[in-house]
């Protein structure tokens, strides 16, 4: 049963642009909305690692590596977290997984692939 789901991968050139959307199809309401979302992604022979997270608050976090490029944001009314990326850059490719805290635990997204190239 999938409680989350990826989408608006693909192939971009340098400096182009994506945004990834993940929805949470199970959820009602009030759960996703007091829930934590975030993005991290695994480059190829890597760890995965944090990208962004927005918590219930709206409080956002981003790692260094993406500051000023990327920008996470969520409408809970269709419980929906987004990931537009800018300025793409080779080291930004990676599979991407969306992440979700709730009082009933964590859940992960199957990952959508990002690759970026000239």
């Known amino acids: 049963q999938v409680q989350l789901a990826e989408s608006g991968g693909g192939s971009v050139q340098v400096g182009g642009s994506l945004r990834l959307s993940c929805v949470a199809p199970r959820n009602i309401f009030s759960v996703f909305s007091a829930s934590d979302m975030a993005w991290y992604r695994q480059p190829p022979g890597k760890e995965r690692e944090l990208v962004a997270s927005?918590?219930?608050?709206?409080?956002?976090y981003y790692a260094d590596s993406v500051k000023g490029r990327f920008s996470i944001s969520r409408d809970n009314s269709r419980k929906k977290t987004f990931l537009q990326m800018n300025d793409l850059k080779p080291e930004d490719t990676a599979v991407y997984y969306c992440?979700?805290?709730?009082?009933?635990?964590?859940?992960w997204g199957q990952g959508t692939q990002v690759t970026v190239g000239q």
């Open positions: 992440h979700q805290r709730r009082d009933s635990g964590t859940y």
């Open positions: 927005i918590t219930s608050d709206r409080a956002v």
